[in-house]
Nanobody, 117 residues
């Protein structure tokens, strides 16, 4: 079983950048598809981006060309680089690991991203 801890959230000006990290322990990441999700207050949790064990990536249409997901399996860490942030992208950002052979999902506790007005 994998445990996930997100970090890197904070207050950001519109148009600014943040880099989120998701550190995994308890298991190597080689068997997992990793994803980042955003949940705004009162809204459902939506996919932002995910990356396969081979490095294939998928992005929500709204973040494509601004956000970049990457992984370093040697460091058991997944990253989300967010550029040109918009106010509506405020929310809790969660990391998820889906095990490829069982489809079991594991979630972190989230890291808060807040747009400064």
């Amino acid at each position: 079983q994998v445990q996930l801890v997100e970090s890197g959230g904070g207050l950001v000006q519109p148009g600014g950048s943040l880099s989120l990290s998701c550190a995994a322990s308890g298991s190597g990441l080689g068997l997992y598809v990793m994803g980042w999700y955003r949940q705004a207050p009162g809204k459902q949790r939506d996919l932002v981006a995910h990356i396969t064990s081979r490095g294939g990536t998928t992005y929500a249409a709204s973040v494509k060309d601004r956000f970049t997901i990457s992984r370093d399996d040697a460091k058991n860490t997944v990253y989300l680089q967010m550029n040109s942030l918009k106010c509506e992208e405020t929310g809790m950002y969660y990391c998820k690991a889906r095990r490829s052979d069982t489809n079991d999902d594991y979630w972190g506790q989230g890291t808060q991203v807040t747009g400064a007005s």
